[in-house]
Every structure is written in C-alpha cells, then in structure tokens.
C-alpha cells in the first residue's frame, strides 16, 4: 500500500498562473479530502466526495478554486487564477468509509509570489 | 457554531516529564474523535477514534480519553522523538465523514 500521493510536493507560481494539484487516493477507500493548512487557520476542510461525486464544497473558498474526481483513483484541486492569499499546504485524504479515521497524503506546498 | 479548541498552543518537556494535552470541543451532536500526530512537512498521522464518553484508547506511550465535553492526550515518560504537532479532530453526527480540526499542540521533548 503505497498510501495517498500527492503531486507536485512543491509548487512556485507567480500570481495569476493556473495551478493544479494531484491527488491518488489508497484503493478501496470510497472518501476523498481536500484540506488547505496555513499557520493561522489550520487545517480546513475545501471539498469532499464520496465514491467520486462531490458531496460539500461550501469550503472551497471562492470560484477561483474547483476540483474534480474523474474516477476512483484521481482527483485534482485546481487554482485559476491563483493569487498570493493562496499560498499554504494542500492536502489530499482518504478514508475507508464514514468511520474511520483518514489518510493524509504528503501534502503540496504552494507558494503564489 | 461547532468549535474544536485545543490547548497548549506549544508545550516543552524535558524527556520523562509526562504530561497531557487537551482538546475541547463544543458540536451538536458527536459521533467521534480522533487524534493525530504531524511531524514538519509531513501529513498527520492517525492515531487514536474514540467514540463515547469514558472510553479510552493507548498507544505505547500515549494514552487518549474522552469526556463529553474534551478529550485529553496523556503522555507517559515522553521521548525526544515524541516531539511532533498533535491534531484533535471531531466529525458530527450525521455528517458523511468530514473532520472538524483544532489547531494543535506542538509538543518539543528536550533530552
């Protein structure tokens, strides 16, 4: 089990540029999670979906930002057009079913200068 | 508005100094909590679901309890290598799976 991986681990973009973020999930787990992870807010949920249908993006900050989950094994969280607010670490989860606990990828850190 | 608060921000221990950190939450309704630990540049790592009032959970030298109120991570003659960010995360009753998280503690365990 390779766990859930993430691409790129970091990203530079200046403002304005389109960034996509890449997401495997483990095989067999039905949940996929996008988190955003910044000093002062801490990890926030952006988006879930649950067997490859979006179930909440209420935390998906503003239309800039969408995501997608083509089939069971991929998912990407695109910025467009990115700004310098957006810079932090995005994070990629997934979990079996509703109750248990997740597996967090490694994370990609975004830098919008 | 459904809150997870956990305290301290930051602890510093001197190795074999055991202490406990707290998370308190305040959701209408829980269906369970979970505990995880996050090294620098990492993602967290999952370490403990409690799921009622009174039950306990341990893990070497972790233990995690659960009130209906908070939750306390309890460390026994901690390690340097203990050292780490511990997250504290509630998911409601009812919802489909998402994490409610606090901000954690960040533990430092000097030698």
């Known amino acids: 089990d390779a766990g859930v991986i993430q691409s790129p681990r970091h990203e530079v973009t200046e403002m304005g540029q389109e960034v996509t973020l890449r997401c495997k999930p483990i095989s067999g787990h039905d949940y996929l999670f996008w988190y955003r992870q910044t000093m002062m807010r801490g990890l926030e949920l952006l988006i879930y979906?649950?067997?490859?249908?979006?179930?909440?993006d209420s935390g998906m900050p503003e239309d800039r930002f969408s995501a997608k989950m083509p089939n069971a094994s991929f998912s990407t969280l695109k910025i467009q057009p990115s700004e310098p607010r957006d810079s932090a670490v995005y994070f990629c989860a997934s979990r079996r079913d509703s109750f248990y606990g997740y597996t967090f990828g490694s994370g990609t850190r975004l830098t919008v200068v | 508005e459904d809150q997870v608060t956990q305290s301290p921000e930051a602890l510093r221990l001197q190795e074999g100094e055991s202490s406990s950190l707290n998370c308190s939450y305040t959701v209408s309704g829980l269906r369970g909590l979970f505990w995880y630990r996050q090294d620098p540049g990492k993602g967290p790592e999952f370490l403990f679901t409690l799921y009622s009032a009174g039950e306990e959970k341990e893990k070497e030298r972790l233990k995690a309890t659960l009130t209906k109120k908070e939750s306390f991570l309890h460390i026994t003659a901690p390690k340097p290598e203990d050292s780490a960010t511990y997250l504290c995360a509630v998911q409601m009753r009812g919802s489909q799976g998402n994490l409610i998280f606090g901000k954690g503690t960040k533990l430092s365990v000097k030698p």
């Open positions: 979906f649950n067997n490859n249908v979006p179930i909440d």
